[in-house]
């Protein structure tokens, strides 16, 4: 699986709202909230081409990603992936990539799942622990994970 991550513009709005709505509809039906004019609307109220990117493995777009970075940590602000291309291990390998550069820069993640999403547990197997809940989403963090330290190598005269 290639997995590249591409730029996005204002004009791809349509296209990313279509995305968002298509990897949360079932989860929204299913807490009675879904509406597309509302998802469309909340998407539009804080997109920022410059911070989003599609994500396109093998040359197809299967999703988008937008962080936000702040201060003191990375806010994961949207993670969405195609139902058909979900549980193919694609939001796994865009979460190592993520990882990395924030651990690079000991920065945490916080993200936002909403209640009642497959996200939630997503998110847990992926390191992330919960820290609130709001009356639709519950809120998570994931720490930077530390660099491993190998010890230094033991010389033939420490053993004597």
């Known amino acids: 699986m290639?997995?590249?991550?591409?730029?996005?513009?204002?004009?791809?709005?349509?296209?990313?709202?279509?995305?968002?709505?298509?990897?949360?509809?079932?989860?929204?039906?299913?807490?009675?909230?879904?509406?597309?004019?509302r998802a469309r609307e909340r998407f539009l109220a804080s997109f920022d081409p410059a911070l989003c990117r599609f994500i396109e493995i093998d040359g197809v777009r299967s999703g988008f990603i937008l962080i936000r970075p702040q201060a003191d940590h990375w806010l994961l602000d949207h993670l969405y992936i195609l139902p058909e291309?979900?549980?193919?291990?694609?939001?796994?390998?865009?979460?190592?990539?993520?990882?990395?550069?924030?651990?690079?820069?000991?920065?945490?993640?916080?993200?936002?799942?909403?209640?009642?999403?497959d996200s939630n547990r997503f998110y847990q197997r992926h390191g992330f622990v919960q820290t609130d809940e709001g009356e639709w989403d519950v809120?998570?963090?994931?720490?930077?994970?530390?660099?491993?330290?190998l010890p230094k190598a033991i010389t033939r005269h420490q053993l004597e």
Do not use: C, W
């Open 85 to 117: 291309h979900q549980g193919k291990g694609v939001g796994a390998a865009v979460l190592r990539d993520v990882f990395a550069r924030a651990d690079a820069q000991r920065l945490p993640i916080r993200v936002g799942a909403l209640r009642g999403s």
């Open 139 to 149: 809120y998570y963090v994931r720490q930077p994970v530390e660099p491993k330290v």
């Open 2 to 37: 290639n997995i590249a991550f591409t730029d996005t513009t204002a004009s791809d709005a349509d296209t990313l709202v279509a995305i968002r709505i298509a990897a949360m509809r079932e989860s929204l039906e299913r807490i009675g909230r879904f509406d597309p004019q």
